[in-house]
């Protein structure tokens, strides 16, 4: 089946430092690949996608591709804020192409970002 | 706009009673998806509503779980009798468009 493996926090960063969150899965077909982020008291809000091998997903500063060849979606970014403080988890669609149904999330990172 | 509302926020039962967890999705949308979180372990996908009808309930542990969805609006889960490894928090969504889903903040349940 379907399996989602992402490095487990806390990672604790420096404000302005480069973030990778490493996030590799297991998959038939062609799935889409999602980064979802939950910050403190709310609900997970998606962050980007991508659904096709080379797919680049980017928003808030963030980046992520999706490496079929590796089988990898990591997610980047350039110069983190205290405010990108949360638990960040990747996730890949039951079918390929596929939408939020049935997604496989990975465990989740927990990002710490210190002044 | 509001978001997704889970009611309540945390729930403490004892081991084989029955509590009901509440979805208030997104005004609109068809799509309504539960999942479940045990602690230390992945976000798991119990079932997928489209309005009424339950698209895809692959997910859902076993019979003691029960999903609703009244007239395609707010989803209920229910769960009788609770055991202890039911305990994690429940995370309700919703999405219009199938692939860019809402998620509401999470019921914690504690079965003790």
């Known amino acids: 089946g379907n399996s989602v493996t992402q490095m487990e926090g806390p990672v604790t960063l420096s404000e302005e430092a480069f973030l990778t969150i490493n996030c590799t899965y297991t998959?038939?077909?062609?799935?889409?690949l999602f980064w979802y982020v939950q910050y403190p008291g709310e609900g997970l809000q998606l962050l980007l996608k991508?659904?096709?091998?080379?797919d680049k997903g980017s928003n808030k500063g963030f980046e992520a591709t999706y490496r079929k060849e590796t089988t990898s979606f990591h997610l980047e970014k350039g110069s983190v804020q205290v405010s990108d403080s949360a638990v960040y988890f990747c996730?890949?669609?039951?079918?390929?192409?596929?939408?939020?149904?049935?997604?496989?999330f990975g465990k989740g990172t927990h990002l710490i970002i210190q002044p | 706009e509001a978001g997704v509302t889970q009611f309540p926020s945390h729930s403490v039962i004892e081991k084989g009673q029955t509590v009901t967890l509440r979805c208030d999705p997104i005004?609109?949308?068809?799509?309504l998806y539960w999942y479940r979180r045990v602690m230390g372990k992945e976000i798991k996908f119990l079932l997928h509503?489209?309005?009424?009808?339950?698209?895809?309930e692959s997910g859902m542990p076993n019979n003691r779980f029960l999903a609703e969805r009244t007239g395609g609006t707010y989803s209920t889960l229910k769960v009788q009798p609770a055991e202890l490894e039911d305990s994690g928090v429940y995370f309700c969504?919703?999405?219009?468009?199938?692939?860019?889903?809402?998620f509401g903040q999470g019921t914690r349940l504690t079965v003790v």
């Open positions: 998959a038939t077909g062609y799935p889409s």
């Open positions: 005004s609109g949308h068809d799509n």
């Open positions: 969504a919703s999405s219009q468009s199938g692939w860019k889903a809402f």
């Open positions: 509503f489209v309005k009424e009808s339950k698209q895809d």
């Open positions: 996730a890949l669609s039951k079918v390929s192409g596929g939408g939020a149904d049935g997604l496989t």
């Open positions: 991508a659904t096709k091998a080379d």
